[in-house]
């Protein structure tokens, strides 16, 4: 389509006086006083707490608020280009400290495992301390220690040794547990006073093993300052059964003083979206910002998550994501036998995204949809740094070919509408897991964000929306027709109940009641701004806004009983999650995403898209909206108050910040 309105910044522009006097930007549609007064409320209540330095949220919250808050420019400036990257081009998930890989999601814990744990410390540990109960190690009773003097255990860094000669090792007390719930050994630890020469490994004895097998250790770096180190053992050949015992060496030590937090058994629990989500949210904040000097300083760690998201994922040979990682496969963590009974596998079901409870993995089509995502928003700004040498960008690593990166994605795109469509529900599953099982459990925003980021062809978009509006049903579903939009801010996350499909971790889904959990029939207010943009695309701007009106009419209705919390606490409504309890439903507390509801405004039906050159404007207003008009646009080094009418002018009025 071509835009009603495209600006290039450049010079000459126009800049008057900024306004002052408004906190937020405003939504204005004349008659619709009410409506957007509400809408304005909504964005207010979630704005604030619209920020995370977890990798997680990168997908949603900044374009959720580059353009409405000075101060959230300067929070994801600094937060993007401090976020951890690992040497191979991992991009940590930085949620909070768990008992897991110390770069992925806290959990599954290896209290929840059958893995083993060694702590000395638990400074800092608040969560496993609450939910696990964890206590420190109070001396060195079962463990072995050569080469190094015991000079005590520290309450902060745990246990402390001097090296007494030039080869130090420290082997665990006896343990058992499967490999394949320790992919990884983690430690936390620190060895000062170390030469150049240093060298650090650990070794593993398997049942069966009396002695230590000569050549088997995995090498890993020498830590100065206190840190972790996620020591990937699941890539040795021959790296199967049950653990019995680790042994850390450090070499070339005389003179060093280590200090031991933790050392134990990690599950895999890295992400495969978080490459994605941080080359998005990267683009997203050049794109509103134009902030070349943190292009500059970026540009390398973004090419290089991109590349391993590719390389990893197998994305070029196989046109989807393909997650190798141990516990990622796809299959359920639960099994339930043929006599009914049914059986955890510690191991299985690892989360992959958001919706960790369930075991997207083997061939995933969240990460697939975030991937695609990510490569178009990346090969547009490749695109853009070639055409404006003037930017000076560094070229010195490795820039992608733009023209080869949009063929991918198209590619991807293709692949997807064949691969994750099941004709017999008429939408896409979830996931394949790696023995060929598909998985579809109603999945809405499965199906939302696959119209949204452009992968489902239109016959498939009008089959997903007929499902969902309840103009056909699914036999299998246990929710049909409106029930569907039973919580009335959303549709459900699934529409058929699960009890056999989770993270082993979580072993008793039957006993929460269909709807009380979020994964299972509840609803997350966030994502329907993918249902809104959805039908935008799909069904056209009446029935976007005939969505969000309905939206609206519910928070009014709650916020006139206190708001989500009292509203909530009455019977028969819904069971809250947030804080801590699980429950069916998302609306405020770790629900940061509940700030995407109103960006339907700025970029559906006024259709405003960024670009580190310009924006551009293709609004689509509902019938009855003789104008819309959007105040305090943040953008570049400009305020933007922007109208569009229903005759199709577009008028911009530009105020210096």
């Known amino acids: 389509m071509k835009p009603i309105l495209t600006a290039l ?198 049942e069966g093993e009396a002695a230590w097998p000569v050549n088997r250790a995995v090498f890993f770096a020498v830590p100065n300052e206190m840190q972790y180190a996620n020591v990937p053992l699941y890539r040795r050949p021959g790296y199967a059964g049950l653990l019995t015992r680790y042994r850390v060496r450090l070499d070339h030590a005389a003179g060093a003083e280590i200090d031991l937090k933790s050392i134990i058994t990690a599950i895999d629990t890295r992400h495969p979206i978080t490459n994605p989500n941080f080359v998005r949210g990267c683009c997203d904040y050049v794109a509103w910002t134009r902030d070349l000097d943190f292009l500059r300083q970026n540009i390398g760690r973004m090419r290089k998550a991109l590349d391993f998201a590719l390389n990893e994922f197998r994305v070029r040979e196989g046109k989807h994501v393909f997650v190798p990682w141990v516990g990622h496969d796809g299959r359920s963590g639960l099994v339930i036998g043929l006599d009914g009974k049914k059986s955890a596998r510690p191991g299985l079901g690892v989360g992959n995204n958001y919706w960790d409870l369930l075991p997207f993995g083997g061939h995933d089509a969240i990460a697939t949809m975030y991937l695609q995502d990510a490569i178009r928003a990346f090969a547009a700004l490749e695109r853009r740094i070639t055409s404006h040498p003037e930017w000076n960008i560094p070229a010195d690593t490795k820039p992608h070919d733009a023209q080869a990166l949009a063929q991918l994605a198209d590619e991807i795109r293709q692949d997807f509408q064949t691969r994750f469509w099941n004709r017999d529900t008429g939408r896409f599953n979830g996931w394949i897991d790696v023995e060929g099982r598909a998985y579809d459990y109603g999945l809405s925003f499965v199906n939302l964000e696959a119209i949204h980021y452009g992968l489902a062809s239109a016959g498939q978009a009008q089959s997903i929306f007929a499902w ?49 959990q979020v994964q299972d029939g509840g609803a997350v207010l966030g994502f329907s701004y993918h249902d809104i943009m959805a039908r935008l695309t799909t069904n056209g701007p009446d029935d976007a806004w005939k969505r969000l009106s309905e939206i609206l009419t519910w928070f009014r209705e709650v916020q006139s009983e206190g708001g989500y919390r009292a509203y909530y606490a009455k019977p028969d409504r819904g069971k809250l999650q947030g804080g801590g309890p699980a429950g069916g439903l998302g609306l405020d507390k770790e629900f940061l995403e509940s700030v995407l509801v109103p960006q339907v405004m700025l970029q559906g039906f006024l259709g405003f898209q960024a670009t580190a050159e310009g924006y551009e404007v293709h609004p689509r207003l509902p019938k009855h909206w003789p104008l819309l008009t959007i105040t305090g646009i943040r953008f570049h080094d400009q305020i933007l108050d922007i109208t569009a009418h229903a005759d199709g002018r577009v008028e911009v009025s530009r105020h210096s910040k």
């Open 468 to 516: 969902l509006d309840g103009h056909r049903e699914v036999a299998a579903d246990t929710s049909r027709g409106a029930d569907i939009y039973r919580w009335q801010f959303a549709p459900r996350a699934t529409t058929r109940r699960n009890v056999e499909t989770y993270v082993w971790a979580w072993s008793n889904p039957e006993g929460v009641h269909w709807g009380d």
């Open 9 to 206: 910044l450049c010079a000459g522009a126009i800049t008057l006086d900024a306004a002052e006097g408004v906190e937020l930007p405003q939504f204005i549609v004349p008659g619709h006083e009410a409506d957007m007064k509400t809408l304005q409320e909504l964005h207010s209540m979630h704005h604030d707490a619209a920020f995370s330095d977890c990798t997680l949220w990168d997908i949603w919250l900044p374009q959720c608020t580059l353009w409405a808050s000075e101060g959230k420019r300067a929070q994801y400036r600094a937060s993007l280009l401090n976020r951890l990257i690992d040497a191979e081009g991992y991009v940590s998930m930085q949620q909070h400290r768990g008992m897991a890989h110390s770069e992925g999601w806290p959990f599954p814990a290896w209290q929840q495992s059958t893995g083993v744990g060694f702590h000395f410390s638990i400074l800092h540990e608040v969560w496993a301390i609450q939910a696990f109960g964890l206590k420190p190690l109070t001396d060195t009773m079962g463990w072995e220690i050569t080469g190094a003097e015991v000079l005590g255990i520290d309450p902060a860094v745990g246990l402390k040794l001097k090296a007494t000669a030039d080869t130090v090792t420290i082997t665990t007390p006896p343990f058992r547990c499967g490999t394949v719930v320790a992919p990884f050994a983690r430690l936390e630890w620190a060895a000062r006073g170390t030469g150049v020469e240093a060298r650090t490994s650990i070794e593993w004895l398997l």
